[in-house]
């Protein structure tokens, strides 16, 4: 239990592993530390970044829902106006021509009953033509002369 | 072992010498322990106390040296995770105590916490095992422990002391340390009886440092080699639990030097 040598090689020792320790081994490990933990500060905030921006981002997906869904509706609505009146003037179209070509069948009728008249009032004419020929050829015979006209009669 | 069938005193006082080398008066250049290497005097060293210090220290150096050269602040591996935990506890000790600018002071903390915890673990190593592998290789003396020399606890407390004398130099100047010295606690018309009380105060800071250390770890080898001397199937029961309340003392032990060590440091920057 003496003091020697000793205690100076030890000091020796002590200041020689201090100074090494300083030089090389605390500087890195530290750095190390302090990098790791801005990388955990940095990830964290980008976590919360991205936390907010997700939120924004749902927010906003909402109202462009909502929105679209809103003109959807209106394009719907007027989709229907449209259409209703489409068949309106549809209907209003069909009325139209069909009157037209009633008016047109009718005045067809008209014009194929003139026609017929005045066929039949040209075969009246040649008839009584002929009737009067008849009565004017023929023997004065009353009877047959009254089955004649009454004959004419009919068929006029 | 000294002599075939040791006494107890005998084997007590054969485990508690270092193996010194150097000028015994009669004996010339020579190893030698307990009495003879009292007679060598001052300019002889104990050669074991320095191969473990100096073996712990490289261990302590390789290992963290090794983490620090492939330290990344990516996801660390097994080692790293371990050796960054021991530098954070020292460092956050450090930033609680010391708050000054000195990059010296949490290098010194970290080298003064691992290698005395590595210096006073190899108190762990059963006290017979070391000791009889040298004698059967010829080697007399063999103490394992470093800090079970006062010279190695001394050696690291003068060093403390020494930096507490520089940098108290260095921050307040020459006059300022003289001052600090001689104008407190009562004053400048007491300037001699100031100077005692402090210069009393500032030797005891290394010497306690020192001291406590040893003492500390002596007393417990003392015990680990009382145990040792009981019959070998008994030997268990106590040695168990003193080992494992070792554990606890060799952590407690760095980690007290090493506190010690920051608050002398911040001390010595302190301007009043």
Known sequence: MNINLTIIGQAIAFFIFVVFCMKYVWPPITGALAERKKKIAEGLDAADRAERDLKLAQEKAADDMRASKEEAAAIIEQANKRATKIIEEAKEQAREEADRVKASAEAEVEQELNRAKDALRAQVGALAIAGAEKILEASIDEKAHAQLVEKLAAEL | ?272
């Open chain 2, 1 to 272: 072992m000294a002599s075939e069938n040791p006494t107890s005193s005998e084997y007590i006082s054969h485990h508690l010498s270092n193996l010194t080398f150097g000028n015994h008066p009669t004996g010339g250049w020579t190893f030698a322990g307990g009495e003879k290497a009292a007679e060598m005097g001052f300019w002889a060293i104990n050669v074991d106390t320095m191969f473990f210090s100096i073996l712990m220290g490289m261990i302590f150096i390789w290992l963290f040296r090794k983490v620090a050269d492939s330290v990344t602040s990516g996801v660390p591996g097994n080692l790293q995770n371990f050796i960054e935990s021991v530098v954070e506890f020292v460092d956050s000790n450090v930033k609680s105590i010391f708050h000054h600018k000195n990059p010296v002071i949490a290098p010194l903390a970290l080298t003064v916490f691992v290698w005395i915890f590595l210096m006073n673990a190899l108190k762990l190593i059963p006290v017979d095992f070391i000791p009889y592998i040298a004698s059967e290789m010829g080697i007399p003396y063999w103490k394992i422990v470093p800090t079970t020399d006062i010279n190695a606890t001394m050696g690291m407390s003068i060093s403390v002391f020494f930096l507490i004398i520089y940098y108290s130099i260095k921050v307040k100047g020459v006059s300022g340390f003289a001052a600090e010295l001689s104008l407190q606690p009562l004053g400048k018309y007491f300037i001699p009886f100031n100077l005692f009380l402090e210069v009393v105060n500032l030797l005891a800071k290394p010497v306690s440092l020192g001291l406590r250390l040893f003492g500390n770890m002596y007393a417990g080898e003392i015990i680990f080699i009382l145990i040792a001397l009981l019959p070998f199937w008994a030997q268990w029961i106590l040695s168990v639990p003193w080992a494992i309340f070792h554990i606890l003392v060799i952590v407690l032990q760095a980690f007290i030097f090493m506190v010690l060590t920051i608050v002398y440091m911040a001390m010595a920057h302190d301007d009043h």
